[in-house]
């Protein structure tokens, strides 16, 4: 009997109306349009109202997502938000979103790898669809980063914004089509080059804190951006090798959206050419686990053309942890 597959069938997103841009940046920190472009790509980025919370994002990309599929809230088994900016430290904003949107049916839980959120949160629905556990996930990636960022440090302000995709997994109906594949890794020698130190359980928050800024998220960029480089790349390449492919079969190559020159990196190791690389950066920014289905979303509603049946895809992140992976897609629709 042919192996059963996950597909995605559905996309949503969210994006807050609230655009910061560039210029609006200089007002705030020493640096200027040009040094943030050519460094990083980013143009403007989105900044969800303050008392929100990751969630309100997260219903809202859901909701899209069962809309195009025309699926019910209750049809739903499973739904796995990647975030590392939930609501509250518990309960889960799984839990919050399932409630809001009437998901009565449906078991869940948040998944923290930083900006690999989703993608390890994709891979994670899909065995349980593939095991036969689950007929239904919605996956989210969610993340109101922006309210963890320090916006007198230059460092790490002018790359983050706030956004939620979301997609609708369920078992494929045709063989050979769906998420084929998927290469995950963590490394927790990297954890103290991308981390927030405290609000956790060994630093809680006190006014000391506080006074230190532990609450905000602190980036050595250059140690980030090398390990970001060699593994988003390497792994990118490694699924097309271990799948028989070459750049030249893929459709799209939708990889998280931390800095352009990664992305650059990972298409040319990949040998994909510029125009089959999903690239949002310069509007949303690093959007951590949002990012990846912000692209899916922009490949198969935005792209024209599209996505068709039996295009690949490849799915690539990075993030905190360190956390990175890749995921291989052949697209089914009926
Ligand atoms: O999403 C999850 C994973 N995250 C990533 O993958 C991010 C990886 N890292 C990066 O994308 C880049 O390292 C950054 C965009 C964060 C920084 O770019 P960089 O080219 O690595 O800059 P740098 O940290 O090496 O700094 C170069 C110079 C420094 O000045 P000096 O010491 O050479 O005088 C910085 O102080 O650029 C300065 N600088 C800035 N100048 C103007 C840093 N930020 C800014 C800024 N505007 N916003």
């Excluded at 919370?53 to 019910?72: D, H, I, N, P, T």
């Excluded at 890794?185 to 130190?197: N, Q």
């Amino acid at each position: 009997m042919a192996k059963r597959t996950a597909y995605v069938r559905s996309v949503g997103r969210f994006l807050p109306e609230k655009k910061l841009t560039n210029s609006d940046l200089e007002k705030m920190v020493d640096t200027s349009d040009e040094w943030i472009v050519t460094r990083t790509g980013v143009r403007e980025r989105r900044i969800l109202e303050p008392g929100l919370g990751s969630s309100y994002m997260a219903v809202r990309a859901a909701r899209e997502c069962l809309e195009r599929a025309g699926v019910g809230p209750e049809e739903v088994d499973l739904i796995i938000v990647g975030t590392v900016t939930p609501d509250m430290m518990f309960p889960a904003t799984a839990c919050l979103v399932q409630n809001e949107i009437g998901a009565k049916n449906a078991w869940g839980f948040d998944l923290s790898a930083g900006c690999s959120g989703f993608l390890f949160s994709l891979s994670t629905a899909a065995q349980l669809i593939e095991a036969g556990r689950v007929n239904r996930a919605l996956v989210i990636g969610s993340d109101v980063i922006t309210t963890l960022i320090d916006y007198t440090d230059r460092n790490t302000c002018v790359i983050f914004g706030d956004a939620a995709g979301a997609v609708l997994l369920e078992a494929c109906p045709e063989p050979g089509f769906g998420i084929l594949d998927f290469i995950l890794h963590i490394d927790g020698s990297g954890g103290e080059y991308l981390c927030m130190k405290g609000g956790g359980s060994r630093r809680p928050a006190t006014h000391q804190t506080v006074d230190n800024k532990e609450h905000f998220v602190f980036q050595d960029g250059r140690n980030v951006f090398k390990a970001a480089v060699n593994e988003m790349s390497n792994v990118a390449a490694e699924i097309l090798e271990k799948n028989g492919l070459t750049g030249k079969d893929i459709t799209f190559l939708i990889p998280h959206q931390a800095n352009n020159r990664i992305v650059e990196a990972t298409a040319k190791r990949m040998g994909i050419e510029n125009g089959k690389v999903i690239a949002n950066i310069g509007n949303y920014g690093n959007t951590v686990s949002a990012s990846v289905p912000l692209g899916l979303y922009e490949a198969v509603v935005e792209r024209d053309p599209g996505v068709k049946k039996g295009d690949y895809l490849v799915l690539a992140a990075f993030g905190a942890g360190f956390t990175w992976g890749s995921a291989l897609l052949r697209w089914w629709e009926q």
